[in-house]
């Protein structure tokens, strides 16, 4: 079975800082990973995922992500982050369970407070 | 907006009561997927539906049961209810079943137990 570990469950920062939020997952099979963001009060929405390929992969609102296969970790990280992006980020991983399904596994969050 | 619809959006009931959430799906998707999130445990897998067919299982107590309709729209139904099932549930849905695919989420159901 696949779990998925975020490493920090609120992280504050100043408005234009640089922000990482760090996710470490555990599988014993290939897997796909997600990053999606959840504003106040809505459902989630995705940010970005790898599937394969170039380990750095770009999202959505300047976001992007390092998949390390060694290191079983995709952190997702911003250069210059806005009020506006104060929400709730889930890292996530998808990985074979048998059958012809994949099974979508959660962290726990990552609550992003961007300060002014 | 994702184009997953979901109602309604708040449901407020007592113990031992019976409800049901509903879900459209995005236009074209045929597995939908529930999850319940709370602050306990975060957000868990339920259940998940392919083109009218169980799919796939998760943390889905006995107490609750889902189905995927022929128009593709599915039905969460929660009984017996207790004061833990208070929680937001949100339906999810893909293109197909891949484990590759994006799921794109409703705006949830949150449901409380009085």
């Known amino acids: 079975a696949q779990s998925v570990t975020q490493l920090d469950s609120q992280v504050p920062v100043f408005e234009e800082a640089p922000v990482e939020l760090r996710c470490n997952y555990s599988?014993?099979?290939?897997?796909?990973l997600f990053w999606y963001v959840q504003y106040p009060n809505q459902g989630l929405q995705l940010l970005l995922k790898?599937?394969?390929?170039?380990?750095l992969v770009k999202g959505i609102n300047g976001f992007e992500a390092e998949f390390n296969k060694s290191q079983t970790s995709f952190h997702l990280r911003k250069p210059s982050v806005h009020i506006s992006d104060t929400a709730e980020y889930f890292c996530?991983?998808?990985?074979?369970?048998?059958?012809?399904?994949?099974?979508?596994?959660f962290g726990k969050g990552t609550l992003l407070t961007v300060n002014p | 907006d994702s184009g997953v619809t979901q109602t309604p959006k708040h449901l407020i009931t007592a113990t031992g009561q019976r409800v049901t959430l509903r879900c459209s799906p995005r236009s074209g998707d045929l597995s939908v997927y529930w999850y319940q999130q709370s602050l306990d445990q975060g957000l868990q897998f339920l259940i998940q539906?392919?083109?009218?067919?169980?799919?796939a299982k998760g943390n889905i107590l006995e107490r609750f049961s889902a189905q995927q309709f022929p128009d593709l729209h599915s039905e969460l139904n929660l009984s017996s209810l207790e004061l833990g099932d208070s929680a937001l549930y949100f339906c999810a849905s893909s293109p197909g079943g891949r484990g590759g695919d994006t799921q794109y989420f409703g705006p949830g159901t949150r449901l409380t137990v009085l």
């Open positions: 599988s014993s099979v290939s897997v796909y």
């Open positions: 539906y392919y083109n009218g067919e169980e799919r």
């Open positions: 790898y599937l394969s390929g170039s380990t």
């Open positions: 996530a991983v998808s990985a074979f369970s048998g059958g012809s399904n994949y099974k979508l596994t």
